[in-house]
């Protein structure tokens, strides 16, 4: 079993920025490939950004790259997603999730565990 919990998200302004922090504790984190996923209201949840478990192999939404950045520590017990220019579109509630393997996959129900989420909202 695998808990996680997000935090770090808020109302910034467009063009502003945001750090979103995923701590995961439980059963070895090191062999899950970590990802974030949004949902904005009446929207599917879609995938943000996903890293593999050894932190080489790196996924972006066309949207975020460029502006966004994933990273997961040197101990891999937190994962982290760096947003920057941010704008409106971004706005959502955004899911950290892990799923065992090391293969990164777009597909949320292919995920094991999910955090409870932490929303994000961009003023313009």
């Known amino acids: 079993q695998v808990q996680l919990v997000e935090s770090g998200g808020g109302l910034v302004q467009a063009g502003g920025s945001l750090r979103l922090s995923c701590a995961a504790s439980g059963r070895t984190f090191i062999t899950y490939t970590m990802a974030w996923f949004r949902q904005a209201p009446g929207m599917e949840r879609d995938i943000v950004a996903a890293?593999?478990?050894?932190?080489?192999?790196?996924y972006y939404r066309d949207s975020v790259k460029g502006r966004f950045t994933i990273s997961r520590d040197g101990a891999k017990t937190s994962v982290y997603l760096q947003m920057n220019s941010l704008k409106p579109e971004d706005t959502a509630v955004y899911y950290c999730?892990?799923?065992?393997?090391?293969?990164?996959?777009?597909?949320?129900?292919?995920?094991?565990?999910w955090g409870q989420g932490t929303q994000v909202t961009v003023s313009s």
């Open positions: 999730a892990a799923r065992q393997g090391s293969v990164i996959t777009t597909t949320s129900r292919l995920y094991d565990y």
């Open positions: 890293i593999s478990r050894n932190g080489e192999t790196l």
